[in-house]
């Protein structure tokens, strides 16, 4: 069964400096990999996704993210942090079986920006 | 890109009343729809998964009895929630599956169950 870990629970950043969430992921096969933000109260939003390819993939508002498979890591990275980014953010993998597609989240990671 | 509602958005009722969550997807046809339930500061937990036309899926611990999923079309998954008791107070989020063969879901904005 697939699972993913986010290690870092929150992370603290200063406006303008660089960002790095991290996100493990475990499965058998190559997943399907997404990152989310959320902002409280809110549904969520698709930030950025990998099937397959270059496994550096370009997202929404400047984010991007690298697929190591020898890592089984997926971090969302962003070179200059905006305090309208503090959120929370959720890597997610899914998969496809004889059951149909389930995507599984991490526990999530909340950023806070600080000025 | 696509859309997914939810309706309510908030709800507040009382103890042992049963309350129903619409999740539509208002420009694709989604043969698969996703219920989740997010607990405050946690992550989102799938609960079931809705085809269109036939039994939900629900994962394990889910009582299937207490949410009912209905997917009557292939743009509208209902999830009622009955004889609500104060537990299940949390957010109830909805996806739709958007592309089959690549698990690209679109995500509703949620609703809050409150129950007094």
């Known amino acids: 069964a697939q699972s993913v870990t986010q290690p870092d629970i929150h992370i603290t950043v200063s406006e303008g400096a660089s960002l790095e969430l991290r996100c493990n992921y475990s499965?058998?096969?190559?997943?399907?990999l997404f990152w989310y933000v959320q902002s409280p109260g809110q549904g969520l939003q698709l930030l950025l996704k990998?099937?397959?390819?270059?496994?550096l993939v370009q997202g929404i508002k400047g984010f991007e993210a690298e697929f190591k498979r020898s890592q089984s890591s997926f971090n969302l990275r962003k070179p200059s942090v905006h305090w309208s980014d503090a959120a929370e953010y959720f890597c997610?993998?899914?998969?496809?079986?004889?059951?149909?597609?389930?995507?599984?989240f991490g526990a999530g990671t909340r950023l806070f920006v600080k000025a | 890109g696509a859309v997914v509602s939810q309706h309510p958005s908030w709800v507040i009722c009382k103890s042992g009343t049963s309350v129903k969550i619409e999740c539509r997807s208002l420009?694709?046809?989604?043969?698969?729809m996703f219920w989740y339930r997010q607990f405050p500061k946690q992550s989102l937990m799938l609960m079931a998964t809705?085809?269109?036309?036939?039994?939900?899926?629900?994962e394990q611990g889910v009582e299937k009895d207490k949410f009912l999923i209905n997917h009557a079309s292939l743009t509208l998954s209902t999830l009622t929630v009955t004889s609500a008791h104060p537990e299940d107070s949390s957010f109830y989020i909805c996806?739709?599956?958007?592309?089959?063969?690549?698990?690209?879901?679109?995500f509703g904005p949620g609703t809050r169950l409150t129950v007094l």
């Open positions: 996806s739709a599956l958007y592309r089959e063969g690549r698990n690209e879901q679109f």
């Open positions: 499965y058998g096969a190559t997943p399907y």
């Open positions: 990998y099937f397959s390819g270059d496994t």
């Open positions: 997610a993998v899914g998969a496809g079986n004889t059951g149909g597609f389930k995507t599984i």
């Open positions: 420009d694709f046809q989604a043969t698969t």
């Open positions: 809705s085809n269109e036309g036939s039994k939900a899926t629900y």
